[in-house]
């Protein structure tokens, strides 16, 4: 079969004022009609790039090698002029990206968005326009036609926008989709209802399809070929339907999104009779909704509702759910940081709102949290030795400086951390360093309850399981209690006692890990599992 | 010889040393480093700064006043030194500049006893021409330049502390001091600013008519205490964003009190900000001193600056043959500060916004 798209030497330099990086080496790929390939690897790899060089979406700055070649039908788009290529794009080339709120433009409803396309495109007549759009928002799935048509983008659902969005890029009858990380900014469910779609649709019109993800289930479920990358070079290349397990490659650690490789590390258990941390009862918070001049409160967003838990000493409790569940606004409100309408949070058997402001920042030292993104939770403008020192002076903990310094040099190395970071800024650190030294600065007061808010989902893959092993071997050294917010099933699996699953603020089921995970009773859980589950290896 | 300090000189003494100061401990940090090399990668802001050096230091040989012993009343300062002879002699009316002869014609008596109209040969050579009352105007713009510059700093120094304590206070506690504080700002940027100044000064009129000195002091002050609601209000948004980064919340998780997270974490976080408003604030200011001498409730009517350069010309604009150069003199002077300083306010946005760099 020829070849739809076959990308040849494709090289790629930035060009500064004084020096000169490679970003892309010498890619080499085919992509065949109705076949689909999955380009793999880490952020900052190359994936996106090599999208957009097909594409010739590239920054002025970024320049291609003369020997590069992007074939479409035959055709080298990169000889084309900037007219001739802006038909091939959208109407042979189609692209869905990762975040579909940005690609749509706020002020316009999606079925005018959709028509602009087709009247660039296909070249029809305005009237009659609305059937088309109805007919490609069909092609998607969509059930409410009429009202996805009328909408402006905010008022539909992410896994909407994205289905509208991939309706749009259909809209001109692309030979060739890519599809630049479609499903990340999605929950679990709305993203396995997306790779079907995407499945069904490429069965339906014969598409080529580059489909771009760092998620290795992902791309063994949709892909007939997978293109490892890293560092701007392709590292592996195979057919999936080989079905041989993926050779490890020393520099890259596997790339597993459905079980993490640890160093071995067991989670210990703990006994039943341990000493109760923090019980929470009957907690709700709530956000008023105000209206009018005088700000009335005409309702209220319900965000936690009813959430009763305990966490004993040395024990990790798991809390999942889908984005926008309510587990971030609970690990806050525990942590006082947002004040609970109602209920009681109890820590070592005092109720912190009993507290007054001075007592509670005393108190502060038995309970700290991780929040998900390490680079914003740091202040840009201070060095690393002031991050970390600073809850020891606030808490007065270490007399004078040596003994400070002491303590953190001992933190360092419980994180594996060097002294030499002590004197960087938080950019000049890898996200998993960065994500350390959060660690660290917690640890730095000596709490006994760490609220972890999805503290690895902004961690590439690889530097994922180095974390989550670091936190299960404090546990063991240090016996500290974790509250671990997250979405990703494994890990409950992985490091987890008990778990709660949350669903729009509400506690839908709760249990030992082996209870809710092998026998789950809530229908939700149940779809989350499944959802989860699919096409791990 | 006997020194004199005036109040807007210790001001000005003061703000020197500060600069020192701050330029000693600012230098070693990474901001220092950004703007030197957005200074060097563009020779323009490099100009910029010269010229605003050049601006600084015949401010400050001007702010050094002192008395002769040969004349009891005159208080002189280094630039009039400089400059003499031309701060005490004058000639008789208006000259063009670079002319050799006055532009109005006397009638004076000749030798052999008649009257006839002459123009009269001018005693020395004036590159801007000459005033109304035979002043230069080359001299009287550079004398302006400290009105300009004192009024600029000062009023951006009162003006500073309200709008940072209010904003950050606002922004980080909300509630009833944000609601207070609002209040304040909304009510005062309700009424026209001009209005406002004109009032106050009229009202102080009694007790600051005798010195010039104490009345620029005062119009810096009102003008501070009516000008900090715009870089107030900005603060307050941009305290109120970063009380919800995770590393305020985090700092407020360690246990650290209000106070300190606004010194340490909100205070920093704020201060590219602060830089940019208060280079953009002071051209404004400049600008506004000309205007309210203008309208005649700015500095004192016998003090050099801009504006009344700028208000005195309003009659010349009207004569015939036209005098122009007084009016383009006080205006090129100042158009060049402006324009240096706005440039300048350009580099240091360059160096402190994260996303440029």
């Known amino acids: ?537 | 010889m006997k020194m004199i300090v005036l109040w807007t000189d210790a001001l000005v003494y003061l703000l020197v040393i500060g600069l020192v100061v701050w330029i000693y401990f600012f230098r070693k940090t990474q901001e220092w480093r950004l703007i030197l090399a957005q200074l060097k990668k563009r020779p323009y802001y490099l100009v910029a700064l010269l010229i605003l050096m050049v601006y600084g230091i015949i401010g400050i040989l001007d702010s050094i006043h002192f008395k002769t012993a040969s004349n009891e009343f005159a208080v002189r300062s280094v630039l009039d030194l400089l400059l003499s002879p031309y701060d005490h002699v004058s000639e008789v009316t208006y000259s063009a500049p670079f002319a050799t002869h006055s532009a109005e014609p006397q009638v004076l008596k000749t030798e052999d006893g008649h009257f006839a109209e002459v123009y009269p040969k001018l005693k020395y050579f004036h590159f801007l021409g000459t005033d109304k009352i035979g002043r230069d105007v080359f001299y009287l713009a550079i004398k302006s330049i400290r009105t300009g510059l004192v009024i600029g700093t000062v009023t951006t120094l009162v003006m500073l502390p309200f709008a940072l304590l209010f904003g950050m206070w606002a922004g980080y506690f909300r509630g009833w001091v944000d609601d207070i504080i609002q209040y304040i700002y909304t009510t005062l940027s309700s009424v026209p600013g001009i209005l406002l100044i004109a009032g106050a000064m009229l009202s102080l009129q009694p007790k600051i008519e005798a010195d010039p000195d104490i009345r620029l002091l005062i119009l810096c002050v009102i003008l501070g205490v009516t000008s900090w609601t715009t870089l107030c209000r900005l603060l307050r948004g941009e305290t109120l964003k970063l009380r919800s980064a995770d590393f305020v919340q985090s700092a407020i998780a360690l246990g650290v009190t209000p106070l300190k997270i606004i010194r340490r974490h909100i205070m920093p976080n704020l201060m590219h900000i602060v830089i940019i408003t208060v280079a953009l604030d002071f051209s404004a200011l400049v600008l506004a001193e000309a205007i309210l001498s203008y309208v005649g409730v700015g500095v004192d009517p016998t003090a050099f600056s801009w504006g009344n350069m700028i208000n005195a010309a309003r009659l010349d604009m009207a004569r015939e043959p036209l005098v122009w150069w007084s009016l383009s003199g006080a205006l090129f002077f100042m158009f060049i500060l402006v324009f240096s300083a706005n440039i300048f306010s350009d580099a240091l946005q360059k160096a402190f916004n994260p996303k440029e760099n």
Do not use: W
């Not at chain 1, 579909?100 to 495109?121: A, D, K, M």
């Not at chain 1, 499945?199 to 490892?228: R, Y």
């Open chain 1, 1 to 537: 079969m020829q070849a739809l798209l076959s990308v040849r030497n494709l090289s790629a330099r930035l060009k500064s004022e004084d020096q000169c990086v490679s970003l892309l080496n010498n890619i080499n790929f085919e992509i065949c009609p109705e076949q689909t390939v999955a380009l793999l690897g880490e952020t900052g790899s190359g994936k996106s790039l090599t999208a957009l060089s097909i594409c010739r979406l590239l920054s002025q700055s970024i320049f291609l090698s003369p020997e590069s070649e992007v074939l479409l039908q035959g055709k080298n788009l990169l000889t084309l002029s900037e007219i001739e290529m802006r038909r091939v794009r959208g109407k042979q080339i189609a692209m869905i990206f990762q975040e579909p709120t940005t690609s749509f433009n706020p002020v316009f409803t999606i079925g005018h968005q959709i028509e602009e396309v087709l009247l660039h495109h296909q070249r029809l007549a305005r009237k009659g326009l609305e059937k088309v759009v109805y007919r490609l928002l069909e092609n998607v799935h969509i059930a409410e036609v009429e009202r996805v048509y009328k909408a402006y983008p905010h008022q539909l659902s992410g896994g909407m926008k994205q289905r509208a969005m991939i309706a749009m890029a259909l809209a001109g009858e692309p030979k060739l989709l890519i599809a630049d990380e479609p499903t990340t900014a999605l929950d679990v469910i709305t993203q396995a209802q997306i790779l079907v779609l995407l499945k069904q649709l490429q069965a339906k019109f014969g598409m080529g399809i580059l489909f771009i993800t760092h998620d290795l289930s992902v791309a063994a479920e949709m892909a007939d070929q997978i293109i490892v990358m890293q560092a701007g070079r392709i590292i592996e290349q195979r057919g999936e339907l080989q079905k041989s397990p993926l050779t490890p490659h020393p520099p890259q650690p596997p790339l597993k999104g459905g079980s993490f490789q640890r160093g071995g590390l067991e989670v210990k258990s703990i006994l039943n009779d341990a000493e109760t941390l923090l019980s929470v009862e009957h907690l709700d918070i709530y956000f008023p909704i105000k209206r009018g001049i005088f700000n009335k409160t005409v309702g209220y967003v319900r965000a936690v509702e009813k959430i009763s838990l305990t966490v004993r000493k040395g024990e990790t409790l798991a809390i999942v759910g889908e984005s926008g569940s309510g587990k971030t606004t609970l690990a806050r409100g525990i942590m006082s940081l947002i004040k609970p309408t109602q209920g009681e949070v109890d820590l070592l058997g005092e109720n912190l709102a009993h507290l007054s402001q001075k007592q509670l920042r005393k108190k502060r030292a038995e309970f700290q949290i991780i929040f998900q993104d390490p680079l914003s939770a740091m202040d840009p403008r201070c060095r690393i030795k002031a991050i970390l020192e600073e809850g020891m002076i606030a808490l007065k903990i270490g007399a004078d400086q040596n003994e400070r310094d002491e303590r953190i040099n001992a933190l360092l190395d419980a994180v594996g951390l060097l002294p030499e970071h002590l004197t960087r800024y938080p950019h000049q650190l890898s996200g998993g360093q960065r994500q350390r030294v959060c660690i660290a600065r917690a640890l730095a007061v000596g709490p006994r309850l760490l609220v972890c808010d999805e503290p690895t989902s902004s961690l590439d893959v690889s530097v994922q399981a180095q974390i989550i092993d670091l936190f299960i071997r404090l546990q063991k050294e240090l016996e500290i209690a974790y509250l671990f917010i997250t979405h990703n099933i494994a890990l409950v699996r992985t490091m987890a006692h008990r778990v709660i699953v949350m669903k729009d603020g509400k506690m839908v089921e709760q249990g030992t890990v082996e209870q809710v995970l092998n026998a789950p009773q809530h229908p939700y859980t149940k779809a989350l599992l499944i959802a989860a589950g699919r096409g791990q290896i």
